[in-house]
């Protein structure tokens, strides 16, 4: 199952890692699919706390991921960095 339909049946909390990295990469190349992508981005990093923050330039070096992609992937992350800023305010 693609990792988006997954997540509209079974819920974002279904979702593996890569397949969550897979929505945002969006697409693939001829010979291998978003899923691929970000497999090879977490096989690379580790995890996503290590992946998270990297400089675009390490991100691109990635099979599958150019600058638009690397791009995405930063304002996730920067997106999640300031949910938990303002979650950590309000406390």
């Known amino acids: ?3 988006g339909r997954r997540l509209v049946e079974l819920g974002a909390s279904a979702c593996s890692d890569a397949e969550i990295l897979a929505i945002l990469i969006g ?14 981005l977490l096989g690379r990093f580790g995890t996503l706390s ?8 390490e991100l691109a070096c990635v099979r599958g991921i150019k600058a638009a992609r690397a791009v995405r992937i930063a304002a996730a992350y920067e ?3 300031r949910l938990i800023e303002q979650l950590h ?3």
């Open 1 to 3: 199952m693609k990792p």
């Open 50 to 57: 290590e992946l998270m923050g990297r400089p675009l330039g």
């Open 27 to 40: 697409s693939g190349g001829a010979s291998f699919s978003a899923l691929d992508c970000a497999r090879d």
């Open 79 to 81: 997106l999640s960095r």
């Open 89 to 91: 305010q309000s406390a």
